[in-house]
């Protein structure tokens, strides 16, 4: 196309699934919650997480572990979680490391991925406001933010109760990730996230009813899901050439964002008849990136042994100034076979102040320099810094930039 016929009134850049035939294997990463020990301010908290869960979504990843990296003794002296402060006994705000509800044809283990619906979002909501987790317990706060960015827009109303830990959500950055709705998207996905809420079917029958950010409700027929669960949808009739026929003839143009005003024929299209899939299906069957998982690890080591995929990772890269260059880690440069991969950052003090904090590694006396063998590579992503430190939101974005080609060939 010829750049002056070019339109720039919409979104140059669609997702493409890149393995279309699907994708199995998964990408991790973890991060520690030492990532705001020296940051003062509220604000300051939330837009740092705000570009995680940007490169989170940049790169693709599927699931972001943190693990608490403190001593034991802040540890021990954490806020109750269980007092009517704080939202349940689980540092996350809602049962995320299940990932799905363990009642409804589950058919595998945590993650998104482990079963037909999932709750990873699902919570009774609070009559209280909630009080501000993040000095007093980082897992639950780092965990409440990145859940919330994840979640699709239409729906954080119905499963985030108001909380002071989003009280500046508004300046958190807008992720626009393949499972949040934007009816400019001229291929869509056959997919779409929905939250179940309470009502009858149109028929009377038994059945569960979804809302997915349209007009129209979709409903999943012989099956009752509880009222504010997340699921996954698969509309097999919903292929490009039928979603770009619905907007040609619904003589106006589509939203930007997933709202409610969209047009009446494309609204017909997704009350087609829908099936509930796993979270993972999207990626597995079809190659699309749905999201990720936040998973809350009560240290370092726990991010390995409490592993949700079937034989662990395969592949785990630990990051340290007093690593190897990526280079003479990865002679070569070349796409790695593997299941599931995991990169883990330290905070401010690096990853050898978790192994300190750690019993089960001082047990095993691993510490200091001998922190490295928890790991199958050990890399600098940016010898020859200029600057003393880098930030762990900077080093993101460095290590998955520089690492990117290990499982993209692109």
């Known amino acids: 196309m010829h750049q002056s ?29 030492s990532i705001l020990s020296d940051l003062e301010t509220r604000e300051q908290r939330t837009r740092l997480l705000g570009q995680v869960g940007r490169a989170l979504a940049v790169f693709c990843i599927d699931e972001v572990v943190i693990f608490d990296d403190r001593e034991e003794s802040y540890k021990s002296n954490a806020s109750d979680p269980t007092t009517p402060d704080q939202e349940t006994d689980d540092p996350s705000p809602y049962p995320q490391n299940q990932g799905f509800n363990q009642n409804y044809n589950a058919r595998g283990r945590g993650g998104r991925g482990g079963g037909s619906y999932h709750n990873s979002n699902y919570h009774s909501r609070k009559p209280d406001h909630g009080t501000d987790t993040s000095l007093t317990n980082p897992l639950h706060y780092i965990s409440h933010l990145l859940s919330y960015l994840e979640c699709p827009p239409f729906m954080r109303r119905s499963l985030f109760p108001i909380h002071s830990n989003l009280q500046l959500a508004g300046i958190l950055p807008s992720l626009d990730m393949p499972h949040h709705p934007n009816l400019r998207e001229p291929n869509p996905p056959p997919y779409r996230e929905g939250v179940t809420i309470e009502g009858m079917t149109s028929s009377g029958t038994p059945g569960t009813v979804v809302d997915i950010g349209l007009r129209s409700m979709v409903e999943i027929p012989n099956s009752e899901i509880p009222p504010k669960t997340r699921v996954t949808l698969h509309f097999p009739e919903l292929t490009p050439s039928s979603y770009s026929q619905a907007g040609r003839n619904s003589g106006f143009g589509y939203s930007h964002g997933g709202g409610r005003h969209t047009t009446n024929a494309i609204d017909s299209l997704l009350s087609s008849p829908a099936t509930a899939v796993s979270p993972s299906h999207p990626r597995e069957a079809s190659g699309y990136y749905w999201g990720y998982t936040v998973r809350t690890s009560p240290s370092l080591s726990a991010v390995f042994t409490e592993c949700p995929f079937d034989g662990g990772y395969d592949i785990s890269i630990g990051t340290s100034e007093r690593g190897s260059p990526i280079a003479k880690t990865f002679p070569g440069y070349r796409v790695l076979d593997f299941k599931h991969l995991i990169i883990v950052f330290g905070g401010p003090n690096g990853l050898e102040f978790a192994a300190g904090n750690d019993s089960e590694l001082a047990g095993m006396s691993i510490k200091g320099g001998k922190t490295k063998e928890l790991f199958d590579h050990w890399v600098n992503v940016l010898p020859s810094q200029g600057s003393r430190t880098i930030r762990t939101e900077e080093a993101l974005f460095i290590a998955l930039t520089g690492l990117r080609k290990l499982w993209d060939s692109s």
């Open 5 to 33: 016929n070019l339109n720039t009134t919409k979104p140059s850049a669609h997702y493409v699934p890149p393995q279309p035939a699907g994708r199995p294997w998964t990408l991790s990463i973890a991060i520690p919650t």
